[in-house]
């Protein structure tokens, strides 16, 4: 059997699978399906062009029928909740500044270092995430062809944050004619209801072709009051007659009505608490505040933020789309692409939380005889709701041709700029609450609440303008055939800009904080790649990228892969390869943000309280981030073996190995990390503390903030945590070990196709530091680092009709963690279990040719609920267990070809 041979059967089996709808997996193929038998194209991961696809470099396609087929409404939807996505990824989330935002992270890495690309070429990084990572909700569902996900070191061709890997976003082309297509989506739960609009229209000649698409698309907010596990509780599940905030609460914070009574040293609840609980919704009396102050019976008043706020934002997002190519003559091409998003999201947060820094003798909430201060939910002003508007700009032009008998050449300019605009309203201005103090103004008057609120506005841009340039060619000749060289460079400007408004710059905002910065670099890069096929059944591919960044220096990239075929239908590869990832410029620049980060304060619980490991509380604690301006680059190894094997004409098998390693990773420091710091007693890192009280009568200065803040040193006191002031720096690290098996069967009977796949990923280690730059630690197995995801999806076909079945798992994993506190570090004990998952998605479709192809379906069809911790609460976790937060969610497509 000759090598066409293989990629014909390979070719036969896309063909059958054409309809699969997983379809977090396309069918395997080893060759495009778009192509000629025994024509060259580009494939992911190289830009040398091939015949065959299934080469060194392992890579996995998901078509745009497999997307639809399977219901995922966006490219978020399908990327995150494919296998590879190991441990879930950030997805729309009201109570974030990043709201709008969903992200793909390849083998639980981080979505920092998966480079996701469009057509080959480099999407920036959102603004709002700092340019970390590629906002996924700006990649408009209408233009994409296919999605090529390759799991293998990508610096030497892509250079920085292809350390996991890299997703290429295949984008429609050549289409003819006018497709008109429409859905809805229904869930049986509360919000989340969808609905989308798409137009793609094409025309093309043996000169020329234009593809023109608009795409619309909305998804309704979640809210938490409508999901039991989100909605406020409380119990006094100890039976000793008070409700301890935190330990027997759910959605409530202490940012109720509490003061610090300097005449007793203690908290307490405001003496308006009880008519405020009476009168005002949210307010829930008054609870024990142990697990906020420490023992010695203070007191908060509640409120019941959970009841207000929404957990998922909503999505509203309309997309035009323009690619073309005109063919000026034999030898010279011009193609163009052009992408204008507007993404607008809504997400709502419970009334302003903020200090009241100064309470004077007399005022009703002052049960003391000095002035005080204490912590209050500014309701006269009502919910925080953000609006945030996402703007995406992208442009390429270019030239390619040919010369000689076998030189390609290509230039391209590529522009792209990545707009965030974030309005927040009613929030707190503390200007304007010490003028009602000093007016003696109501708060809740006209002129008491025109004073008190304050809107506030950030505006986020990246900019970048890449200049690439580059030939293939071949030249000289081995015993497979002739040797196959590409070189080529770029040019790349990116600037970043953050614009916030003049009171929060200034601190006046409650529950908002942050500067003004910008920043810009310059990046020159120089690549080439060879590929030796020293026999017709061995290729040894090599590749080199080098780039000078202008802010911090040099990285050189080299992999080298093996491709071997020792009978016709097996195939037998290998790689290594470097990898780096740049600091981004909001890392290297960004002014301090504010956030409500979580974390479990085992040190306050540990020392001041007395609970063990298992009872403390995740609490939420104010945090200030900055940046970093002496970062360096981090550095990657990334090692892949596979076999595919053809073992019949309609059977494939895959199995893939990776392990991938991290020096000089860029580590956040987290308020947890801080938290463990002072378990063990040891300074935290520069630039970063924990502001604790002081305990006895002593308490923190009114402000209640840390007097030396942003310094690096001990917490100020050994009390429960008031502020947190947190950066990143080098010097985590992260080492991943993972293995893919993927089956795929096709089967031709008289009464139809069908057409089986299955593919399972697991992590076999996932060894990263508990304590930033600590010990490593393998935690996989631990809770929401699961070790296997599976997905087997069944296809029949026939006659116009289909019927697709897709099953999407998610492995168990420990409920909850202990801490063990060693010498040096910290090491984590998994504890009791969490429930696996398993998601049964069904969709039956009617293609009646000329009258349209109908669609109806069901995502998690048994209504399958957020798995159990212990057969108890479920567990939270909307970045792995989205579906199951949703429910069930019935939908309808309807498309026409005109």
């Known amino acids: 059997m000759t090598n066409k041979t293989m990629i014909a059967k390979a070719v036969k089996v896309a063909l059958y699978s054409g309809l699969a709808a997983s379809l977090s997996v396309g069918a395997p193929a080893f060759a495009a399906d778009d192509s000629e038998e025994g024509e060259k194209i580009v494939v992911t991961g190289s830009r040398i062009k091939r015949t065959d696809i299934e080469g060194a470099t392992p890579v996995i396609s998901i078509t745009a029928e497999d997307m639809e087929n399977a219901g995922r409404l966006t490219v978020a939807d399908a990327l995150r909740n494919a296998t590879f996505n190991s441990f879930g990824s950030f997805n729309e989330q009201s109570g974030s500044s990043a709201q709008s935002q969903a992200t793909i992270s390849l083998l639980g890495a981080g979505a920092n270092r998966t480079l996701v690309l469009l057509d080959g070429k480099r999407i920036p990084g959102s603004p709002t995430l700092g340019g970390t990572a590629v906002n996924l909700n700006t990649i408009p569902m209408a233009m994409v062809e296919r999605i090529d996900v390759m799991k293998d070191a990508g610096s030497a061709v892509y250079g920085s944050d292809a350390i996991a890997g890299v997703i290429n976003i295949i984008t429609k082309k050549n289409f003819d004619g006018v497709n008109i297509s429409a859905g809805i989506g229904r869930p049986n739960k509360e919000g989340a209801d969808s609905e989308e609009f798409s137009i793609v229209a094409g025309a093309s000649s043996d000169r020329g072709n234009i593809t023109v698409a608009f795409d619309h698309q909305v998804v309704d907010a979640v809210f938490d009051k409508d999901r039991p596990y989100t ?194 309203n009613t929030y707190l201005s503390f200007s304007g609450l010490y003028t009602n103090l000093y007016l003696n103004e109501p708060f809740d008057s006209e002129a008491g609440l025109g004073a008190l609120g304050a809107t506030t506005l950030q505006e986020d841009r990246n900019t970048m303008h890449q200049i690439t340039a580059g030939v293939g060619f ?96 097996l195939v037998i590869r290998a790689s290594w390869g470097e990898g780096f990832r740049a600091p981004t410029l909001a890392e290297l620049s960004a002014a301090d943000a504010f956030s409500a980060e979580s974390a479990i304060d085992y040190f306050n619980c540990f020392n001041n309280i007395g609970s063990t490991a298992a009872d403390c509380p995740t609490q939420q604690f104010d945090t200030t981030v900055q940046s970093n301006a002496n970062l360096g680059a981090e550095t990657s190894d990334f090692i892949n073996f596979g076999i595919v094997y053809n073992i019949m004409d309609n059977l494939t098998v895959r199995f893939d190995y990776a392990d991938v390693s991290i020096d000089g990773a860029i580590g956040y420091v987290s308020v947890q990390d801080l938290v463990y710091m002072d378990l063990l007693g040891i300074d935290s890192p520069a630039g970063t503390v924990l502001c604790r009280a002081l305990q006895g009568t002593e308490q923190l200065d009114t402000t209640g903030l840390c007097a030396t803040s942003g310094s690096n040193g001990s917490s100020q006191g050994t009390g429960a945590i008031r502020d947190a002031f947190t950066n990143s720096l080098n010097g985590s690290a992260l080492e991943i070990r993972n293995v893919d098996l993927e089956l795929d069967y096709s089967l031709e009977t008289s009464f139809g196709m069908w057409n089986f796949n299955w593919i399972t990923s697991r992590i076999l280690d996932f060894k990263n530091d508990v304590v930033f730059s600590g010990p490593l630690q393998d935690t996989v197995g631990f809770a929401g680092l699961p070790e296997t995801r599976s997905q087997f999806t069944t296809v029949w076909s026939n006659e116009g009709h289909a019927v697709a079945w897709n099953m999407d798992y998610i492995a168990s994993t420990a409920g909850a963690e202990d801490v063990e506190v060693l010498p040096n570090s910290v090491r984590l004990i998994p504890t009791g279990s969490t429930d696996s998952l398993l998601i049964h998605n069904l969709s039956y479709t009617y293609n009646s040719g000329d009258y349209g192809r109908y669609t109806i379906g069901a995502r998690n069809v048994t209504d399958e609920g957020l798995p159990n911790t212990d057969g108890n609460a479920p567990v939270f976790d909307t970045n792995l267990y989205t579906p199951a937060h949703l429910g069930r969610t019935v939908y309808l497509n309807v498309s026409f070809d005109l």
């Open 231 to 424: 909605a406020a509780a409380l119990n006094d599940d100890n039976g000793d007659g008070t409700i301890q905030a935190y330990f027997e609460t759910q959605g409530v914070s202490f940012y109720g009505a509490t003061v610090y009574n300097p005449d007793t040293g203690l908290y307490q609840a405001s003496p308006l608490c009880d008519s405020l609980t009476a009168s005002v919704p949210g307010f829930v009396g008054v609870l024990g505040g142990d697990a906020v102050f420490g023992p010695g019976g203070h007191e908060i008043c509640g409120y019941a933020y959970a009841n207000i706020s929404a957990n998922k934002a909503s999505i509203n997002r309309n997309s035009v789309f323009v690619n073309g190519e005109y063919n000026v003559n034999d030898n010279l091409d011009f193609f163009t692409r052009m992408m204008f998003v507007h993404n607008r999201s809504f997400g709502r947060y419970a009334p302003p939380a903020a200090a009241f820094p100064f309470i004077p003798v007399g005022n009703p909430n002052n049960p003391s005889t000095q002035d005080t201060y204490g912590y209050f939910r500014w309701y006269q002003l009502g919910p925080r709701d953000n609006n945030v508007d996402d703007y995406a700009q992208d442009y390429l032009a270019g030239f390619r041709g040919t010369f000689g008998e076998t030189a390609e050449w290509e230039v391209a300019y590529h522009y792209n700029q990545a707009d965030f605009k974030s309005v927040g």
């Open 474 to 569: 071949e030249a000289g000749e081995l015993s497979g055939g002739p040797i196959a060289f590409y070189v080529g460079g770029e040019l790349i400007e990116q600037r970043y800009q953050s614009l916030v408004d003049k009171q929060s710059e200034a601190g006046w905002v409650g529950g908002s904080a942050g500067n003004s910065s910008g920043r810009s670099r310059d990046i020159r890069a120089y690549y080439a790649e060879a590929a030796f096929p020293f026999m017709d059944n061995l290729e040894v591919n090599l590749a080199v990228r080098y780039d000078d960044y202008s802010d911090f220096g040099t990285e050189t990239s080299p992999k080298v892969s093996v491709r071997y075929q020792p009978i016709d239908d």
